[in-house]
């Protein structure tokens, strides 16, 4: 099955900094990666996805790239918030077989004022 | 207002005892999950269902079991709760497989 893994775990900046969060996937069927963010006690919500047809896609203040042949897909935050402190996961969907997304074990995210 | 509900939120139980959390969307999707979230292990998949009367495994299933009778609704059933099942749970739904999926608020499951 897919092994997806994700780094940091924990990473820390200073208001204003980049972040940038790296995962890797091991299934080339593979072509829908989504990023969510989840903040404390809350639930976790999309901020960003990216398939297998594009290279890289922005919104804002987030891009995510994606490396097909490497297999791995970078979420990228510029000009970080002290709002943008959450953790956050990545996955990565199969387009067919067994149809389970598989996450990675998150990345908690500290932007310090 | 497009959402997906859970209840309970919270629950305390005991060894052995049944129990079923509820899922509910109002978007009118295809596909919905069950999801496991543990410290340090992410967010991994128990269930997910296709659409009313298709479902199949996740990752880690054993223990659970669910139903989809109707499209809207997908519960998801501790026949015989252990303490191992203690975790926060999530439901979610997305339009069909592969689409953005929509989280609800989570259940925090407490199993003595």
């Known amino acids: 099955g897919e092994n997806v893994e994700q780094h940091p775990s924990t990473l820390s900046v200073q208001e204003g900094d980049s972040a940038v969060i790296k995962c890797t996937y091991s299934?080339?069927?593979?072509?829908?990666f989504p990023w969510y963010k989840q903040e404390l006690g809350k639930r976790p919500q999309l901020i960003i996805d990216?398939?297998?047809?594009?290279g890289e896609k922005k919104d804002q203040r987030i891009a995510v790239t994606l490396n097909k042949t490497a297999k791995h897909f970078s979420l990228h935050i510029t000009e970080t918030q002290p709002e943008d402190s959450a953790v956050y996961f990545c996955?990565?969907?199969?387009?067919?077989?067994?149809?389970?997304?598989?996450f990675g074990r998150g990345t908690s995210l500290i932007v310090h004022p | 207002e497009a959402q997906v509900t859970q209840n309970p939120r919270y629950l305390i139980t005991v060894t052995g005892k049944k129990l079923t959390v509820t899922c509910s969307q109002n978007?009118?999707?295809?596909?919905m999950s069950w999801y496991r979230q543990d410290p340090g292990l992410g967010l991994r998949q128990i269930y997910y269902?296709?659409?009313?009367?298709?479902?199949d495994k996740g990752d880690v299933p054993e223990g659970y079991k669910v139903s989809r009778k109707e499209k809207r609704n997908f519960p998801l059933i501790l026949e015989s709760p252990s303490p191992n099942q203690t975790s926060l749970y999530f439901c979610?739904?997305?339009?069909?497989?592969?689409?953005?999926?929509?989280f609800g608020p989570g259940t925090r499951l407490l199993v003595l």
């Open positions: 979610a739904s997305s339009f069909q497989v592969g689409e953005t999926q929509y």
């Open positions: 299934d080339s069927a593979s072509n829908y």
């Open positions: 990216i398939r297998s047809n594009v």
């Open positions: 996955a990565a969907s199969p387009s067919g077989g067994s149809y389970i997304p598989t």
């Open positions: 978007m009118n999707h295809e596909y």
């Open positions: 269902s296709m659409n009313v009367e298709v479902t």
